[in-house]
T-cell receptor, first 113, second 115 residues
Framework: GENVEQHPSTLSVQEGDSAVIKCTYSDSASNYFPWYKQELGKRPQLIIDIRSNVGEKKDQRIAVTLNKTAKHFSLHITETQPEDSAVYFCAASQGDSGYALNFGKGTSLLVTP | GAVVSQHPSRVICKSGTSVKIECRSLDFQATTMFWYRQFPKQSLMLMATSNEGSKATYEQGVEKDKFLINHASLTLSTLTVTSAHPEDSSFYIC???????????FGPGTRLTVT
């Protein structure tokens, strides 16, 4: 399938700082970009998503930006808390069906008190 | 959010046997479900798209005769790992698609160990 690159693979921040995770994708027909949070031993949970007709979306401390021209999108978490510690995955839809997803390799975020 | 269940949560089987994993959408009808596998500390790798009433669509490199998918109803998809081998040991996760929002709701996963 098409590639989704995610960076960094690990990220450690102090409580209260911001965290930024970046992803790039290769399929120009992708039009749906969700972000998932997965805690150890648990299922992935959708935290925010963005569609190709929008450049930015915000939900409280979480925001996502999308640059379709450059084919990259980013997750921003502000005022991080220890409970934000988890693995975060970005994903991009396959083609323009908006259904099947290709996932990035994940970012392990650690927020230290 | 919607609830998706998987059964069993853990299974250990001997090499050469087959194992069936069930994925159920408990509170909405899902014409499309997905099957992923996830290796330790790695990403989710899409294996196949399960479509109710039609054949599954497999990703490149995934053997359709080894990983049999059946989506006989709007709330149930099954994945059967046939003639399992130790290299099939992995964490298998399903998701159900809400076609209105594109959101995928994930099951809790099934840990398969082949001895």
């Amino acid at each position: 399938g098409e590639n989704v690159e995610q960076h960094p693979s690990t990220l450690s921040v102090q409580e209260g700082d911001s965290a930024v995770i970046k992803c790039t994708y290769s399929d120009s027909a992708s039009n749906y970009f969700p972000w998932y949070k997965q805690e150890l031993g648990k299922r992935p949970q959708l935290i925010i998503d963005i569609r190709s007709n929008v450049g930015e979306k915000k939900d409280q401390r979480i925001a996502v930006t999308l640059n379709k021209t450059a084919k990259h999108f980013s997750l921003h978490i502000t005022e991080t808390q220890p409970e934000d510690s988890a693995v975060y995955f970005c994903a991009a839809s396959q083609g323009d069906s908006g259904y099947a997803l290709n996932f990035g390799k994940g970012t392990s975020l650690l927020v230290t008190p | 959010g919607a609830v998706v269940s998987q059964h069993p949560s853990r299974v250990i089987c001997k090499s050469g046997t087959s194992v069936k994993i069930e994925c159920r959408s408990l509170d909405f009808q899902a014409t499309t479900m997905f099957w992923y596998r996830q290796f330790p500390k790695q990403s989710l790798m899409l294996m196949a798209t399960s479509n109710e009433g039609s054949k599954a669509t497999y990703e490149q490199g995934v053997e359709k005769d080894k990983f049999l998918i059946n989506h006989a109803s709007l709330t149930l998809s099954t994945l059967t790992v046939t003639s399992a081998h130790p290299e099939d040991s992995s964490f298998y996760i399903c998701s159900a698609l809400d076609a209105g929002t594109y959101e995928q709701y994930f099951g809790p996963g099934t840990r398969l160990t082949v001895t």
